[in-house]
């Protein structure tokens, strides 16, 4: 039966109750008797008319549920519901009434059937059953969009609960006319989930153990001046408004610290909120790092770490890889960069690391988490290689066999060592939803507790252990209606709490389905979401840049730990949702590190003029990084080797932080004209490091008019030489002849000069020139043999 069965299959109060009955005998001996009179017409007529208009009968009306206590029933108490009613009808809803109807099939006790009631939305006498007399609530006639507020108590003992334990579906109705149906009929319903666990105290509680996440995107900027060991750059200042009390990481803290939760920790979060208890810089105006402004938030970080130790104090803390890096987009894109398994794995070290130094505790590790718990063979492979011993999936995922006819226990091995902790999904998305309403929030906490009800009378001579995983980053609201049934479901008869290690060594279920889906399984809508193929190859380009650069430096951990943690912030999870954020941040680290190698670089050089046969060349190296570098060799090069050649053409340079250095490369002129030189620096291993410098050497002191002239100096020199020896000679001999002599003594030698020029002494690096170094040479500069 439909809503064309409410005037007949209920009963009213009053003596409109009596008058309805009355119709219903008349209507019903007209038809029997196929009398068509006047009043057996009528009611002929009226019974298809309530059928034509049952697809919007009961949906004229909005039942909105604000609050229900107490949520667990037990036997002599009263149930209280308190909402509203709004008129979304075209006609004017009269003699109103809020009534509650029970399902006449009873308790609901599988949670297949469960979903079936959750699906539905029209009432149905057949299935939501007459309304209980005696406890309806009068209304005011309600004028289209019009509203009231109601309250209604209804004891326990006149919703006719069975002795056998099951989930009971309550439907608050607003009963009454308008112009649709002239007879009375449910005009709204909403549908509350009422877990009653009766007599079945032989059944073995089921152990829940509720994971309670503390993620966020990173906040850290990865060009933070990490060589000279300042205070970290943020993106933003966010994470102020998170971490106060009213924020949402305010709040998880606060809500958590009551509750019997295991807390799932991003050490990337840990460490960025103890950054900011220190004096830190927030990134100005479009991500500007040159000009950055002061932090505001050391006050509230210091107290929500403060908050956050005593909240974990005595719970179990799991420490994720840091970053939480996303590793079903690891599986899926980053296929032959093995590097960023590698981080993955130094982030699981580091992860555990951070969050034990941070909280004081000593934390579960080796715990892999991809999003929504979705795997495929290739994220488990992922994760394996990755080090991790554990995998949180999700039974939507990893789904159990058909023929199982309960819910197993989560843990169970998947291979080589691997633990799945196959998460419950109706529990776990309870609170997916916007919670942003009080109705929306009193009808998850309900089917959170009627579906761990179910799983314990599903097989009540069983104990099994289920895990929780919500949404990483829940809202305030979800996270309130999360703890409201968190605590709610912890003071039931039929759950236990447990923590994740407790969970992992449960003893696995025989039944349960240990084999990884395939990639076809895989959910199309993760997919999209997932960080690109370009991302991994941007990165592993970034880490081998990075391994060729650290070679030189002399204090290597000053950039490559803010670098691995920059890397391992670029792949994380956080990032879901926000595509230009990722890349923006993936770009920033490359860049970064593209800076950082240009601070080492050539000075340019102007054109130069070598004058003579030999002469030095200097050239100079500036060091803009905050360390002394190393290992770096400066090479010279020519074009014309035959006109220019240079000894010794390479040379080891070392550099303090902050200054420059200058070498002088000896050089060699055999003919005229210009050379092109150019300056190359390279690591010692022959890597090319950073940009060359070009310069010209213009060659003019060996021409063909040179040599004339020096040709001609030496002939005159000679023909002076010869006519002074003969002058000398007949003037001897004129002396000779005159004194009648033979003898006098032979011509002296006055003795030449020698060639003192001392050899030159290449390579000889000048003094080191400090900071204030001038930069390119002036042009025209002329470098002397």
Do not use: C
């Not at 009766?198 to 993620?215: I, R």
């Amino acid at each position: 039966m439909g809503e064309a069965a409410q005037a007949a299959g209920r009963a009213p109060t009053a003596p409109r109750r009596r008058w309805l009955r009355g119709t219903a005998l008349l209507a019903g001996a007209a038809l029997l008797t196929g009398l068509l009179q006047a009043v057996g017409a009528t009611a002929s007529h009226a019974v298809p008319e309530l059928a034509a208009t049952a697809a919007t009968g009961s949906r004229a009306a909005a039942v909105t549920i604000d609050d229900l206590s107490p949520r667990i029933p037990t036997s002599g108490s009263t149930i209280t519901v308190r909402g509203s009613v709004v008129n979304n009808g075209k006609s004017k809803i009269t003699d109103a009434r809020m009534a509650a109807h029970v399902a006449p099939g009873g308790a609901v006790h599988t949670r297949s059937a469960l979903e079936s009631e959750e699906s539905r939305t029209g009432f149905d006498v057949a299935l939501d059953g007459k309304d209980i007399n005696g406890h309806q609530v009068d209304m005011p006639d309600l004028a289209p969009g019009q509203s009231a507020p109601f309250t209604m108590k209804i004891p326990v003992s006149a919703l006719y609960f069975g002795d056998s334990g099951g989930v009971y579906v309550v439907g608050i109705a607003l009963d009454g006319q308008n112009a649709d149906v002239a007879a009375d009929h449910v005009v709204g319903i909403k549908r509350i989930f009422l877990p009653w666990y009766g007599n079945s105290g032989g059944a073995k509680a089921t152990k829940l153990t509720n994971l309670w996440p503390l993620t966020d995107r990173p906040h850290i900027d990865p060009r933070g001046d990490s060589d000279s060991q300042q205070s970290p750059i943020f993106t933003d200042d966010d994470l102020v408004k998170e971490l106060k009390p009213a924020g949402r990481l305010g709040q998880m803290v606060k809500l958590g610290s009551t509750l019997p939760v295991t807390w799932v920790v991003d050490p990337d979060l840990l460490a960025t909120v103890e950054a900011m208890t220190k004096p830190y810089r927030v990134a100005g105006s479009g991500g500007d790092v040159t000009n950055p402004t002061q932090g505001t938030g050391s006050a509230v970080a210091k107290q929500w770490l403060n908050s956050l130790k005593s909240a974990v104090a005595g719970h179990q803390v799991v420490a994720l890889p840091f970053g939480d890096p996303d590793i079903a987009s690891l599986a899926h894109h980053a296929k032959g960069t093995t590097s960023d398994l590698d981080l993955v794995k130094t982030g699981t070290a580091l992860g555990k690391t951070t969050v034990d130094l941070i909280l004081g505790v000593q934390s579960v590790t080796n715990v892999a988490w991809p999003v929504d718990g979705a795997i495929d063979s290739s994220v488990v492979s992922v994760a394996r290689s990755s080090g991790a011993k554990q995998i949180i999936t999700r039974n939507d995922s990893l789904r159990e066999h058909a023929s199982l006819d309960y819910t197993p226990t989560s843990a169970r091995s998947i291979g080589s060592g691997t633990t799945a902790v196959n998460t419950d999904a109706a529990l776990s998305t309870a609170f997916d939803g916007d919670m942003g309403t009080q109705q929306s929030s009193t009808l998850a906490v309900q089917d959170y507790l009627a579906q761990s009800l179910l799983i314990t009378l599903e097989a009540p001579d069983t104990q099994r252990s289920i895990v929780v995983a919500p949404q990483r980053t829940p809202s305030i609201a979800q996270a309130k209606a999360m703890a409201t049934a968190i605590d709610a479901a912890d003071g039931s008869q039929w759950a236990d709490s447990s923590d994740y290690g407790s969970a992992v060594k449960a003893t696995a279920d025989p039944r349960a389905n240990h084999k990884v889906p395939s990639s076809s399984s895989y959910p199309k809508s993760l997919r999209k979401q997932e960080l690109p193929t370009d991302a991994f190859r941007q990165l592993h380009q970034v880490q081998v840049n990075l391994n060729d650069f650290v070679v030189i430096l002399t204090i290597k951990d000053r950039v490559t730990v803010p670098f691995r943690n920059a890397m391992l912030r670029a792949t994380s999870t956080g990032w879901r949702g926000e595509a230009s954020g990722e890349k923006a941040y993936r770009d920033s680290v490359g860049t970064y590190l593209t800076d950082l190698i240009g601070s080492v670089h050539i000075l340019q050089k102007s054109d130069l003029t070598l004058s003579g046969r030999s002469g030095t060349i200097p050239v100079t190296v500036k060091n803009e990084l905050g360390q002394q570098i190393n290992g770096l060799v400066l090479r010279l090069s020519s074009n014309s080797n035959i006109r220019l050649k240079i000894k010794d053409p390479q040379q080891p340079i070392t550099i303090d932080g902050g200054h420059t250095r200058t070498l002088k490369f000896q050089t060699t002129a055999s003919a005229n004209g210009p050379a092109q030189i150019t300056a190359h620096l390279y690591t010692q291993s022959g890597a090319l490091y950073g940009d060359t410098v070009d310069f010209k050497v213009q060659l003019t002191n060996v021409t063909d008019l040179v040599m004339l002239i020096i040709a001609a100096g030496l002939l005159l020199l000679v023909l002076a030489g010869v006519r002074i020896y003969r002058q000398r000679k007949r003037h001897a001999a004129a002396e000779g002849g005159a004194n009648g002599g033979t003898g006098g003594g032979a011509d002296g030698d006055d003795g030449g000069d020698t060639d003192g020029t001392s050899p030159e002494h290449p390579g000889d690096p000048a003094a080191d020139t400090g900071q204030d170094s001038t930069e390119p040479s002036p042009a025209g500069e002329k470098v002397d043999g």
